[in-house]
């Protein structure tokens, strides 16, 4: 085969665009759903593994309310007896708590919503927050309901820009705290929060000040296992602490790592399957239909190959070079149809808080798919093309 044959091949497909474009069609929508599989598998996979680690494999996380309710909508059930009863545990440490609203900051004539943490003892080192400036709380901000604060770096740069944030004062719900400290940065959650834009206040004053309570709710409790033998049993006792006060299916959520990993084996599995289904169909479909156009294609095409024959092109040849066309669309039908996948990766997997990847295995996957489903589709009517009498095939435009 020679530069020549090639040109003559893409020659005789462009000519044909309407039926090359619909023998395309079915070959570009099952590799575009290709793509999303896979990409949603591994993007699904990372999430997994940023969850945990911001999560902590070693640690047992207590929600107030329901999963699946959001949190405006979660009634705070858990309180302060819940912290002291679990903290009779052994085996734990860095055990925090924190109750959490969005609430109106200011400094001068700089002001925003963000997002407002009453915070127990330990909440930096449990969370494993690193400062970056300033300093952790003491036990006597505590004890004594000091009016401080830490915050993350895009507070302190929204409230104030190009200083030194730390023993700066900041209006939280008209009533001023000190700023003592700036965590490093952290970046966004999995689900897309941005995790630098907070405020932690010790939840003494916090609750007394900025989110009045009769009662010692919380939001939500933390904390961590010494050794990870022991994780099984320590949440089993967990549970049975916690069962005495509350209805734990009903009133609250417990998030483990392993809990993390089951939901987003359910989501993947659930989105694998349906465009598993999806780009089997299409491909099958596509295949179908490809066989159909050449079928089509090939009698449209009779005096030409009468005529290729009869310039001495054995049914070896048309055999080959018809399944070379089929193997050439299918080819293209793979590139194309991996960049709509990839538009595809990009728009759908946010909206499913799923990191976007770009897997260089699914073009891999796309063209090897594509081209086997060209083959086969397109073997018949290139057996039944090599067939035709070069005679009869030469009189058929007469």
């Known amino acids: 085969m020679n530069g020549l044959y090639f040109k003559d091949l893409f020659s005789s497909l462009y000519h044909n665009k309407v039926r090359t474009a619909f023998a395309l069609l079915g070959i570009v929508m099952g590799v575009a759903s290709l793509v999303l599989i896979v990409a949603a598998i591994q993007g699904?996979?990372?999430?997994?593994?940023?969850?945990?680690q911001k999560l902590g494999p070693d640690s047992i996380f207590i929600v107030s309310g329901?999963?699946?309710?959001?949190?405006?909508?979660?009634?705070?059930?858990?309180?302060?007896?819940?912290?002291?009863?679990?903290?009779?545990?052994?085996?734990?440490?860095?055990?925090?708590?924190?109750?959490?609203?969005?609430?109106?900051?200011?400094?001068?004539?700089?002001?925003?919503?963000?997002?407002?943490?009453?915070?127990?003892?330990?909440?930096?080192?449990?969370?494993?927050?690193?400062?970056?400036?300033?300093?952790d709380f003491t036990p006597n901000d505590f004890k004594n309901f000091r009016k401080v604060c830490i915050v993350g770096w895009d507070v302190a740069n929204f409230l104030f820009p190009n200083q030194n944030p730390i023993g700066k004062v900041i209006i939280v719900e008209k009533t001023p705290f000190r700023i003592i400290g700036v965590y490093k940065r952290r970046g966004k959650t999995p689900q897309g929060r941005n995790m630098d834009d907070r405020i932690f206040i010790p939840y003494p004053?916090?609750?007394?000040?900025?989110?009045?309570?009769?009662?010692?709710?919380?939001?939500?409790?933390?904390?961590?296992?010494?050794?990870?033998?022991?994780?099984?049993?320590?949440?089993?006792?967990?549970?049975?602490?916690?069962?005495?006060?509350?209805?734990?299916?009903?009133?609250?959520?417990?998030?483990?790592p392993s809990l993390v990993k089951k939901v987003l084996s359910m989501i993947s599995a659930?989105?694998?399957?349906?465009?598993?289904?999806?780009?089997?169909?299409?491909?099958?479909?596509?295949?179908?239909?490809?066989?159909?156009?050449?079928?089509?294609?090939?009698?449209?095409?009779?005096?030409?190959?009468?005529?290729?024959?009869?310039?001495?092109?054995?049914?070896?040849?048309?055999?080959?070079?018809?399944?070379?066309?089929?193997?050439?669309?299918?080819?293209?039908?793979?590139?194309?149809?991996?960049?709509?996948?990839?538009?595809?990766?990009?728009?759908?997997?946010p909206l499913l808080s799923i990191p976007v990847v770009y897997p260089v295995e699914a073009f891999i996957l796309a063209v090897l798919f594509s081209v086997a489903v060209g083959l086969i589709a397109s073997y018949a009517p290139a057996k039944k093309a090599a067939e035709f009498e070069p005679v009869e095939s030469l009189r058929s435009k007469v």
């Not at 699904?44 to 945990?52: D, G, M, N, Q, Y």
């Not at 059930?77 to 900051?105: C, H, M, N, W």
């Not at 080192?125 to 690193?130: E, K, P, V």
């Not at 190959?305 to 070379?324: F, N, W």
């Open 44 to 52: 699904s996979t990372l999430r997994a593994r940023k969850i945990i």
């Open 66 to 135: 329901k999963m699946g309710a959001g949190p405006r909508h979660r009634t705070m059930t858990l309180t302060i007896q819940d912290v002291k009863d679990i903290s009779r545990l052994e085996g734990i440490f860095a055990l925090t708590y924190g109750l959490i609203k969005p609430v109106r900051i200011s400094a001068g004539k700089y002001a925003k919503t963000t997002t407002s943490f009453g915070v127990g003892p330990n909440w930096i080192t449990s969370w494993d927050y690193r400062m970056d400036i300033g300093r």
């Open 205 to 256: 004053i916090y609750k007394k000040v900025v989110f009045p309570l009769k009662e010692d709710n919380i939001s939500l409790i933390r904390f961590r296992v010494q050794n990870m033998d022991e994780y099984d049993l320590i949440l089993k006792e967990t549970k049975q602490i916690l069962s005495k006060r509350h209805d734990i299916k009903e009133e609250l959520t417990i998030i483990t």
């Open 270 to 349: 659930s989105l694998s399957m349906f465009l598993g289904l999806a780009s089997v169909t299409a491909l099958v479909v596509g295949g179908f239909v490809l066989s159909s156009i050449f079928y089509i294609n090939i009698y449209v095409r009779q005096w030409e190959i009468g005529l290729r024959r009869a310039m001495g092109a054995t049914k070896r040849d048309i055999l080959i070079r018809i399944m070379a066309e089929s193997v050439v669309i299918a080819i293209i039908g793979a590139i194309i149809g991996t960049a709509i996948g990839l538009i595809g990766v990009k728009i759908v997997l």
